[in-house]
């Protein structure tokens, strides 16, 4: 039996709409109409005589809202609510029926709660992608991921209390504990696995010993009361601040707090320039780096037990002791976790400032006046003589290295061919920059390219012309005025030491240079005699040469390589 209408309205005149019609003109099915109309969202005006229901004009209207407001994700029971007005008082505080304008903020609110759960299961997701992590570890990290802000600090808290148990650091504690691991409401992938990391990392008892090593070792130096602190207790300890609880925090902490993170800033400035430079901590030129860091250091002392006063043996002792310290890398792991989660910037890296400036502490342990004898007897003339011999024969050395020998290895320092080349082509191309005012810093680049025969010609012609053309052979430079003759000298011994390398590398003749080999194992001598043969040092212990060896095999004994 059809619906009696008349272009969708039905027969009795009074503009009512068949659910036909209302289907028809909106979009919406029959069915779900139906089901609206009997859940109470639309319903409907009058009915039929034979029952069919009839809706009003507002209907079209009143059902886009219905529609509008499902899509978004909202329940029928809410939806009943906001359009008869049934919301409980209480939702505005007024005492009235809510608006519909509060309860859609209500509703956002709750879509936001859900889009934040979303995200943060995206998040683990992601980060199990990442980590490669398998099926039985996903429950775990989500566990960690949901964890309330309150959860995560008392887990933190905990691991701090327990590792510092007994310890009376008092600024040392308070300064983890006030480093928090508060994640963003919308963290990103890295942050939740930084979280996940960290949370796995408080639980190594590796950790926990070196936190209780760095605690103990707070509390026998830490200062008094509104003093700055030792550079291995605060800075180099792996906290982004100087100051403990204060800079851990944010804070910028007091004067003298922030004079030690200056300190600490040098010290990594320093020695990142020195190992891009080349220059070898236990080198003549890491002395006067040693010097000015000490120097720089010691005031930040004053109010620690028993505070050095000028440079010596005991102050480069102590610092060495705290850089010592202060060099547990699974501390620098924690800090580094703690301000990804965080989103703050990462504490700066002082693995390899760290590792150069200790090694230089060893190796000039008692500070050295300037001995003037090493320049002394020094003949501009004969330097220059002894550089064109040596480099002439190394030449035809390096002309000889076909391209299969190039990863061979060599008695230097476990460096291949290749890098031994590239090293002496760097030592030709620094003297040069140095003759010209302009010492290079690209140390770690590669000097050889695709021809190395080439690469080193064109270095040992270009040191030559400035040689002679800068006048370097009669000035001096640097802090001690060290005569430029000298460093020359330096190159050619370089150069002769490692020119024996390379033969022995290669299986050709190490007799080099047998004109000027034995003036310049003496100047070695003189140069490098009173070096350090420590840990990290340039130079092996002096091996014995054996009977008759001539005097390029008696250098390398002096440098340490084995010359049988």
């Known amino acids: 039996m059809g619906d009696p209408t008349v272009d969708g309205m039905y027969e009795d005149g009074t503009g009512l709409l068949t659910i036909g019609a209302l289907a028809r003109l909106t979009g919406v099915p029959v069915k779900t109409i139906r089901n609206w109309s009997d859940a109470d969202l639309l319903p409907p005006a009058a009915r039929t005589p034979a029952g069919y229901r009839l809706y009003g004009p507002d209907a079209p209207a009143r059902l886009e809202i219905v529609r509008s407001l499902r899509e978004l994700g909202i329940g029928t029971a809410a939806i009943r609510s906001v359009l008869h007005r049934e919301l409980p008082h209480s939702l505005n505080g007024m005492g009235g029926p809510p608006s519909f304008a509060e309860t859609a903020a209500r509703w956002a609110d709750a879509l936001d709660a859900q889009i934040r759960t979303l995200r943060l299961q995206r998040a683990v997701l992601r980060t199990v992608a990442a980590r490669g992590s398998a099926a039985e570890e996903l429950p775990h990290m989500t566990e960690l991921a949901r964890l309330s802000a309150v959860e995560r600090r008392r887990i933190i808290a905990d691991f701090v209390e327990d590792a510092l148990d007994g310890v009376p650091a008092t600024a040392y504690r308070s300064g983890l504990l006030a480093a928090t691991p508060d994640l963003p409401d919308d963290p990103t992938p890295e942050q939740i696995g930084a979280w996940i990391e960290l949370a796995a990392l408080v639980r190594e008892p590796e950790l926990r010993a070196a936190l209780r090593r760095l605690a103990e070792y707070s509390a026998r130096t830490a200062p008094t009361a509104g003093e700055p602190r030792a550079v291995g207790e605060t800075d180099t300890a792996g906290e982004p601040g100087a100051a403990g609880e204060t800079d851990a925090a944010g804070e910028p902490g007091t004067g003298q707090e922030q004079a030690a993170v200056r300190v600490a800033e040098l010290m990594r400035e320093r020695g990142e320039a020195a190992v891009t430079a080349g220059i070898a901590p236990d080198s003549p030129a890491a002395e006067p780096l040693v010097a000015e860091l000490i120097a720089a250091w010691i005031p930040t002392q004053l109010g620690t037990p028993d505070p050095p006063t000028e440079d010596g043996p005991a102050a480069r002792?102590?610092?060495?002791?705290q850089l010592e310290?202060?060099?547990?890398?699974?501390?620098?792991?924690?800090?580094?976790?703690?301000?990804?989660?965080?989103?703050?910037?990462?504490?700066?890296?002082w693995d390899t400032a760290g590792t150069w400036t200790a090694a230089a502490l060893r190796a000039h342990l008692r500070p050295v006046g300037l001995d003037r004898s090493a320049f002394d007897g020094t003949d501009p003339d004969r330097v220059l003589y002894a550089y064109e011999q040596v480099a002439r024969d190394v030449a035809a050395l390096v002309a000889a290295v076909r391209p299969a020998d190039l990863d061979l290895p060599t008695p230097c320092a476990g460096w291949s061919v290749r890098q031994l080349l590239d090293h002496m082509v760097w030592e030709n191309l620094m003297a040069t920059s140095i003759a010209e005012d302009d010492p290079r810093t690209d140390h770690t680049a590669d000097h050889l390219g695709d021809d190395h025969i080439a690469a080193f010609a064109d270095s040992a012609r270009a040191a030559l012309a400035a040689f002679t053309g800068?006048?370097?052979?009669?000035?001096?430079?640097?802090?001690?005025?060290?005569?430029?003759a000298m460093i020359v000298q330096q190159v050619v011994v370089e150069?002769?030491?490692?020119?024996?390398?390379?033969?022995?590398?290669?299986?050709?003749?190490?007799?080099?240079?047998?004109?000027?080999?034995?003036?310049?194992?003496?100047?070695?001598?003189?140069?490098?005699?009173?070096?350090?043969?420590?840990?990290?040092?340039?130079?092996?212990p002096e091996r014995a040469a054996p009977p008759g060896a001539g005097a390029t095999d008696r250098l390398a004994a002096f440098l340490g390589r084995e010359p049988g």
């Open 495 to 540: 150069l002769l030491a490692h020119g024996w390398d390379l033969a022995r590398a290669t299986g050709a003749p190490t007799g080099l240079a047998p004109q000027v080999a034995e003036e310049t194992l003496a100047a070695a001598r003189r140069i490098y005699g009173a070096a350090p043969r420590t840990e990290g040092s340039s130079f092996a």
């Open 325 to 349: 310290t202060a060099a547990e890398p699974a501390v620098e792991r924690y800090w580094q976790l703690l301000c990804t989660v965080t989103g703050r910037p990462a504490p700066p890296r």
């Open 317 to 321: 002792a102590r610092l060495l002791e």
């Open 470 to 484: 800068s006048g370097m052979l009669h000035r001096t430079y640097g802090p001690y005025a060290a005569p430029g």
